[in-house]
């Protein structure tokens, strides 16, 4: 079943983006996944169509209008959807949710901008908060484009492979763990220095098992290395 995004945006000129490109879209052109986008401003108040305003209590910015947002979702049908903000205060974006995220029929996207939104409408309308990371950004739109890019390569028919996901970085192939390097033509390699760079032998022997428990090996050294949190 195609998945679709349902995105609350006041920059929709920012979609698809990247993702009307490569692999990604294609599948948008053979109908795998598919988006709308709400553009906030549209339900904005008076003649400037005013979507922000002052926070409450004092402070540096401006703050999203709970009324202005709910009049965009109530636009969209959005029934069956699960209701995400990005947000950098929100759950770390990671290998396993992005596969849930995948299997759903539809995904309501909200991207911020200023300071963030009123608190009312994210609870009113139970809406999960998602970080893509431990950084700021300037607005919710590269966010949601990333989001968008991990759900839309798990699609079925999306990647050539239909291992190739499961054996990546923190798949279940790869036991959650980092990959392992790769190499290609030539096997013999001159740099620019004059320096050669050969490929490490086993992956030219032809024994696949001996490549896979070398492969396996390298996987575990690595994120041993840089990232001993996933062991
Ligand atoms: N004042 C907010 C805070 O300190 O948490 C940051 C607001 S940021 C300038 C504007 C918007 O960018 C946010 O409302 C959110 O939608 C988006 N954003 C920024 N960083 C993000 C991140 N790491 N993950 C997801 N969305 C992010």
Redesign the pocket.
């Known amino acids: 079943m195609p998945l679709h995004f349902n995105i609350l945006t006041l920059f929709p000129n920012m979609f698809p983006g990247c993702l009307g490109a490569s692999l990604a879209g294609k599948a948008l052109e053979r109908g795998d996944w598919s988006f709308s986008c709400t553009n906030i401003r549209d339900f904005g108040e008076g003649v400037h169509k005013c979507v922000d305003d002052t926070p409450y209590g004092g402070g540096a910015?401006m703050v999203m209008r709970a009324d202005v947002l709910e009049k965009a979702l109530l636009s969209t049908n959005d029934s069956g959807s699960r209701r995400i903000?990005?947000?950098?205060?929100?759950q770390q974006l990671k290998q396993p949710l992005v596969k849930e995220l995948a299997a759903s029929p539809s995904l309501t996207l909200?991207?911020?901008?200023?300071?963030?939104?009123d608190e009312r409408f994210l609870q009113a309308h139970e809406f999960e908060e998602?970080?893509?990371?431990?950084?700021?950004?300037?607005?919710?739109e590269p966010?949601a484009l990333i989001l968008m890019d991990a759900c839309i390569r798990l699609l079925d028919g999306v990647m050539g492979n239909v291992n190739t996901a499961d054996n990546e970085s923190f798949g279940s192939g790869a036991n959650g763990l980092l990959e392992y390097p790769h190499y290609t033509r030539p096997a013999v390699w001159t740099d620019a220095n004059g320096s050669e760079h050969g490929v490490p032998e086993v992956l030219t022997s032809g024994n696949h098992a001996k490549i896979d428990e070398w492969r396996a090996e390298q996987s575990k050294i690595i994120t041993k290395v840089r990232r001993p949190d996933l062991l």
């Open positions: 910015g903000y990005l947000s950098p205060r929100g909200l991207c911020g901008r200023y300071e963030g939104v998602i970080s893509i990371g431990d950084y700021v950004l300037s607005g919710g966010a």
